[in-house]
């Protein structure tokens, strides 16, 4: 049974920096796509980075070059490290993952965590 469990979200002010952590247990972690999708009131769930199993890395336009997704297969822990943050990052922070190896599909993301919070004040 695969179960994915977030850690490190809070409340942070503008311009601050968080590191959301994915842990896992039952999932292939290197050799299958993982990635964070994140949700704010009131709007759609978005995709915010992605990984696939040769360690191809992918973001939203809207995070790109503030944020990094890395994992640590060793650990079967996924990262997200969030820096410059602003308001509009505020958002329930999701980890997934796909159950093979591509990323390429929304639709293929079928194992979610529980989420973890993220605030950030002007």
């Known amino acids: 049974q695969v179960e994915l469990v977030e850690s490190g979200g809070g409340s942070v002010q503008a311009g601050g920096s968080l590191r959301l952590s994915c842990a896992a247990s039952g999932y292939p972690y290197s050799t299958n796509c993982l990635g964070w999708f994140r949700q704010a009131p009131g709007k759609e769930r978005e995709g915010v980075a992605r990984i696939d199993r040769y360690g191809v890395t992918s973001y939203a336009d809207s995070v790109k070059g503030r944020f990094t997704i890395s994992k640590d297969n060793a650990k079967n822990t996924l990262y997200l490290q969030m820096n410059s943050l602003k308001p509009e990052d505020t958002a329930v922070y999701y980890c997934?993952?796909?159950?093979?190896?591509?990323?390429?599909?929304?639709?293929?993301?079928?194992?979610w965590g529980q989420g973890t919070q993220v605030t950030v004040s002007s």
């Open positions: 997934a993952g796909t159950g093979i190896w591509s990323c390429r599909r929304d639709a293929d993301f079928g194992y």
